[in-house]
C-alpha cells in the first residue's frame, strides 16, 4: 500500500547548473544581489562546495550549482552561463543587484515586445538577464 502524495509545493522542474572557482561566494552573491534562497549545500571530503541548490523565489524554478571539478561528466567551465530569470519588478532588481556589485551589462530598458528587463555579469562572468516577459 502507497501513501497518497499530499505535499503541494511547487517542486522547480527545470534547474540550471553551473560551476563556479568559488561556490561558497557566488552563493552569497545569488542571495544577496538577486533573491535566491539556498535551499542546500553539500560539500566534498576537502571542504568544496560539491553540490548546492538555490530557487528563485518568484517562481518554480532553481539553479544548481558547485565548486569547478574538471572531468567530472557534468563539469562546466566557470563564467560561461546564461540565464533569464522572470521578476515583477525588474527596476528593483536592478538597483538592487547593482548595489551587491553585479556588472551592469545593460540597464533596464523596455524591449520591442513590451519587456521590461536589464543584463547583469556575476563575479564569475556569468550573464543574467531579468526580466517581466513570462513567456509566450
Known sequence: MSTPHTDTTVRPRL?????????????????GAFGFTATARHHD???????AELLWPQGAGGIMLGDH????????EPG??????VTADPDALHARAADHG??????????????REFTVRDPEGNLWAFGDYPGA
Do not use: E
Not at 69 to 76: E, F, L, M
Not at 102 to 115: E, K, L
Open 15 to 31: 534547474w540550471g547548473t553551473l560551476q563556479a572557482h568559488d561556490a561558497a561566494a557566488l552563493i552569497d552573491f545569488y542571495t
Open 69 to 76: 571539478a574538471p572531468g567530472r561528466a557534468w563539469s562546466r
Open 80 to 85: 560561461t552561463a546564461g540565464f533569464y530569470v
Open 102 to 115: 553585479a556588472q551592469v551589462v545593460s540597464p533596464p530598458h523596455t524591449t520591442g515586445h513590451g519587456s
Open 45 to 51: 571530503a576537502d571542504g568544496r562546495v560539491a553540490h
